[in-house]
């Protein structure tokens, strides 16, 4: 339809069982296309890009309407189900199912096999993606050159029960639920049992702003949490590379690994100068790295960039190696305050229960608690070798646990470890168990101020 043209669907007017020979299976959109009703389906539509939908520079509408079961074709093809393009709008509202039916097949593509927008805006209102598998980049979405999602109580991945639990999910080599690259996202709702199978199970992102509010990124009643395929290492829930993103009262949770070799950030890998700021209770929690040969960074793995833990906590995480909570690499950054917690968490074999830090670290923390926390060698809760170390504020250094040295805090090498204590600053109750040091432990070149 050409960009001057307006068609309304209503009353069962499904598209079903087109082909296109360039794009735009079901419809090649440039002006206004909106759909409305259960029965007003959209399926079986095939096209090199866009199986069911192109649109270039116009708007679709659909409300209680379903893609299902559409392909992008092309050996490159992108868009199983919608292909967005040159400023497009795409609004979904209202019960809309991308990619997910009982007796449907799946959608799919080489990119976004449920969405792929390019330099265009995607809304959803109370939408479900999932069953769509994308050959390599965001099975459920994919985002591109300056494109916005506004996303409101929408699931990546979900699951239902029909005689047993069905895991609907979305799969992708990198992000099986989302990937943005230079886009931005507002996002809500839930993100799970979607599959990567080399980094960011639940969500991939480069050069790209993630805003992340009432959001869950793993398991949500039956629905399982996100994982990493046999093949990938790097980020179970979330992978952040030259991105900045802020979680509020967001909880990430339970995504997995299935490679026993080696896993980085089952919560989230953050790297390339990226920044992640946690705030209003949000929680990384629960992943477990203890079967991997090399499990580290449980929690949050940080290379060469930026950690903010605000009101917000780390817990029950456990690596297999080293930083049960937090692993730092590189020229990295970790700021909690504001009453933020790093507890319950565990290095089995190696240091820093709660935060390992390695090469030119910059922990500052003001105002925070680290408890519980227990590491297999040195610093139960932080172990640092280099860079710096600054305790401000009231903080609470209590029952954390080393199998060598420094019960609480292990400093070697070069780090520089500062402590200024407000008057409801307390440390009690840590053990070295092995070693020296029941609250600290100072190596040979370290200097405690």
Same mark, same amino acid.
């Given at each position: ?36 009703? #259960? ?23 659909? #409300? ?50 449920? &969405?792929?927008?390019?330099?265009? +805006? ?39 029960? %029909? ?23 507002? %996002? ?23 805003? &992340? ?9 039956? !629905? ?5 395929? +046999? ?25 997995? %690994? ?55 906590? &780390? ?34 074999? #190696? ?17 925070? +608690?680290?408890?519980?926390? +227990? ?8 172990? &640092? ?22 019960? !609480? ?41």
């Amino acid at each position: 339809m050409s960009s001057n043209s307006s068609i309304t669907a209503t009353n069962g007017a499904a598209i079903y069982g087109n082909t296109a020979s360039a794009s735009g299976g079901g419809g090649y959109i440039s002006g206004q296309f909106s759909a409305y009703g #259960e029965t007003s389906d959209i399926y079986n539509n095939c096209a090199p890009n866009g199986g069911g939908f192109h649109v270039p520079g116009g708007t679709l509408y659909l #409300e209680e309407v379903d893609l299902l079961s559409n392909q992008a074709a092309a050996t490159d093809g992108k868009g199983g189900g919608i292909y967005v393009t040159n400023g497009g709008d795409v609004h979904l509202n209202d019960s809309v199912a991308v990619g997910t039916s009982l007796f449907a097949a799946s959608q799919t593509a080489y990119d976004g096999a449920g &969405i792929y927008a390019d330099n265009s +805006t995607v809304s959803l209102d109370d939408v479900n993606l999932g069953y769509n598998l994308a050959t390599r980049y965001g099975g459920g979405l994919y985002l591109g050159n300056n494109s916005t999602l506004q996303a409101v109580d929408t699931d990546l991945g979900h699951a239902i029960s %029909f005689i047993v639990t069905l895991q609907w999910g979305n799969s992708a080599n990198y992000g099986g639920g989302l990937y943005a690259d230079s886009s931005t996202v507002d %996002f809500s709702g839930n993100i799970a049992t979607n599959v990567a199978n080399y980094s960011g199970g639940g969500i991939h992102a480069a050069n790209s702003t993630l805003n &992340i509010m009432d959001a869950t990124i793993g398991p949500v009643g039956s !629905a399982l949490g996100n994982r990493m395929g +046999t093949s990938g290492y790097y980020g179970a829930g979330m992978y952040l590379n030259s991105s900045q993103a802020t979680l509020n009262n967001t909880v990430v949770t339970s995504n997995t %690994f299935e490679s026993t070799s080696n896993n980085y950030g089952g919560g989230a890998y953050v790297t390339g100068n990226s920044t992640l700021v946690l705030t209003h209770t949000s929680e990384i929690a629960y992943h477990d790295l203890s079967a991997a040969n090399f499990g580290r960074g449980a929690g949050v793995y940080l290379n060469g960039s930026s950690l903010t833990l605000d009101d917000s906590s &780390i817990h029950h995480n456990i690596a297999s190696r080293d930083g049960g909570g937090v692993r730092m690499l590189g020229t990295s950054t970790f700021n909690m305050r504001n009453n933020a917690h790093i507890r319950d968490n565990q290095a089995l074999s #190696e240091e820093g229960g709660g935060i390992a830090a390695f090469n030119t670290p910059d922990i500052n923390i003001e105002n925070a +608690t680290l408890k519980d926390n +227990t590491a297999g060698a040195d610093g139960g809760a932080v172990y &640092i070798e280099g860079g710096t170390l600054d305790f401000t504020g009231g903080w609470t250094l209590r029952e954390n646990t080393a199998g060598g040295n420094g019960g !609480a805090i292990a400093v070697t090498g070069t780090a520089d470890p500062r402590f200024s204590a407000g008057s409801d600053s307390l440390a009690y109750a840590n053990d070295a168990q092995g070693g020296n040091g029941g609250m600290i432990y100072l190596g040979s070149n370290a200097t405690a101020e």
